[in-house]
């Protein structure tokens, strides 16, 4: 069962999650040598980047040990306004002294299928025990149910094997490309971060409805040996049974 946190609003949610990324990190890094970290896209978290980017994180955190991963991307070039990793670029790696080396991101500027097949070679290589990817996965849900790139009806939001694929989704008429359930249920830990009244009847279908992926692809993310949290505002959760 995943745990859900309740924040007041949109700003204390943003002040909350970006000091439990914090601490995980510092208690990951006392046991390890580097921390992975992927990230979604949206606009929810674009706040909590440029958190993580102010002090007391921008020389708190020790940034050569943490490595960059993406959930999903759009296929456009990096430099592009609805690139995932121009969003995260600007809002946080721009902004913090993060080798370039640590930085992995899915290149939406080449064919869809090699730039997946790349992405998972490149997650195979950094993940020497396949079983356990990433420390942390940051994830959003859409009003739709979706979650990274896994949309409703699509056959990614039921691929085990295959880490990253790229898929046509009809109904934006793009091309996107997404890590598969088969990776992010390899996490060790997993962040939703929801926010907002338009997110209220989908929150409480994913988390309180029957088990239906296909049409709630958000429900598929249930890491095998890792902690899904929600972290969401009061007004996501409005429509939530209240616990007693
Ligand atoms: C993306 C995503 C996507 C996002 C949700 C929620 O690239 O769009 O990674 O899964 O997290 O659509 O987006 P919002 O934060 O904008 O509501």
Sequence with gaps: MAKVIIQPDSASLITFTAQRIANMIHATL????????????GSTPRPLYERLAAEPYASGLDWAKIYIFWGDERCVP????DSNYQMAYEALLSRVAIPKENIYRLRGEIDPTQAAADYEQDLRTFFADENELFDLALLGMGDDGHTASLFPGTAAVHEME???????????????????????????????LTSGGSKADMLRQVLEGEYQPA??????????????VWLVDTAAAAKLTPKP
């Design 78 to 81: 990096p430099e592009h306004t």
């Design 30 to 41: 006392q046991l390890n040598a580097r921390f992975s970290l992927a990230l979604s896209g």
């Design 162 to 192: 295959k880490w990253v694929v790229a898929h046509h989704i009809e109904k934006l008429q793009a091309w996107r490309l997404t890590l598969t359930p088969g990776a992010l249920n390899r996490s060790a830990n997993i962040m939703f």
């Design 215 to 228: 049409t709630y692809p958000s429900q598929v993310i249930k890491p095998a040996n890792g902690e899904v």
